[in-house]
């Protein structure tokens, strides 16, 4: 039998207990990789651990703290002996309208999305750079391109990932370090309960057929360690619509306005009257 390319790799990934994390990581296992499992819930990691069936290593950590962050990479070295990947997958978003976010959630957000896989990655690249060969790899997303109102610090952190991922590549690729962006369309995984209730969920929720399978976002990320490439688009054909965002911005705000914005701004300002009415009807 012909052994997989990721055998025996050490790769540490983020955001392991659940989503497109658990499912990275079990395909990984099958193909015989050592894994390094972060995520803040231990319980679902050593849960995940247990049913693999290859080497996996689990890290309990927020990845946004620096000491956590340092103790990833520590984990890595110790149990495995090297770094030969690092998959930064872990992120979240309240996706509302900008007034309806307060500033904690805001740099929550950023502080996950964006800062924490920039310096995990500064934490490995020297080593990476020191053995010559890696990959780093980074779950950016569609809101790397096209802006939509309701993720609109969701997309700024993903757009800055997005820049990150293109300025490290010419880099560090020269040295021999493979840099890889993902863009996932939207798929259905605890996303959008892991980041509260927002104004689109009623949308979001009785369109559930508009997701994408995750399985779709594990196996592109697996074939692209076997094959780098430097962009991944899941599923390809939104290249299309990035293209034609890139092409027509204005007509791509003429139709976001008609088709999202507009719709549930009349929404809100529906419920807000009801709300006000019923108010008067308590009060009478
Ligand atoms: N689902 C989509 O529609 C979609 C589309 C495009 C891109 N993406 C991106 O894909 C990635 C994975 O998302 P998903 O859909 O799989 O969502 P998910 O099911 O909610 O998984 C998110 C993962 O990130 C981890 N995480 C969140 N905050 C963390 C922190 N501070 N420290 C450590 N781990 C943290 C969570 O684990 P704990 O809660 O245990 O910490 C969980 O394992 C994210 O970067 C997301 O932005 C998602």
Request: positive net charge.
């Amino acid at each position: 039998m012909v052994r997989s390319p990721l055998h025996g790799r050490v790769i540490i990934l983020t955001g392991a207990s659940s989503g497109f994390g658990a499912l990275t990581a079990r395909r990984l296992a099958a193909e015989g990789a050592r894994l390094v499992l972060v995520a803040r819930r231990r319980e679902r990691l050593e849960a995940l651990a247990a049913e693999l069936s290859a080497e996996a290593a689990v890290e309990a950590g927020d990845v946004t703290v620096p000491d956590d962050r340092r103790r990833v990479v520590d984990t890595a070295l110790q149990t495995f002996g090297r770094i030969d990947v690092l998959i930064n997958n872990a992120g979240m978003g309240r996706l509302d309208w900008l007034k309806n976010l307060t500033p904690a959630e805001i740099d929550r957000m950023i502080d996950v999305n964006f800062r924490a896989p920039l310096q995990l990655t500064r934490l490995v690249v020297p080593h990476m750079l020191r053995a010559g060969r890696g990959h780093i790899v980074h779950v950016a997303s569609l809101a790397s391109f096209i802006a939509m109102p309701p993720y609109v610090i969701y997309a700024a952190t993903k757009f800055g990932l997005k820049g990150f991922a293109d300025a490290l590549r010419r880099e560090v690729e020269p040295l021999g370090i493979r840099v890889t962006a993902v863009y996932p369309a939207p798929a259905w995984t605890e996303f959008p309960d892991a980041n509260g209730e927002s104004v689109f969920r009623p949308f979001f929720s009785s369109r559930r057929w508009l997701f994408l399978d995750p399985e779709r976002v594990a196996g592109a990320i697996v074939r692209a360690l076997k094959r780098p490439r430097a962009h991944v688009y899941v599923p390809g054909w939104i290249r299309l619509l990035i293209q034609a965002e890139a092409l027509s911005p204005r007509l791509a705000d003429v139709v976001i306005a008609r088709w999202i914005t507009r719709p549930h701004w009349q929404a809100e300002t529906r419920r807000q009257n009801l709300e006000g009415e019923r108010d008067l009807v308590d009060r009478d």
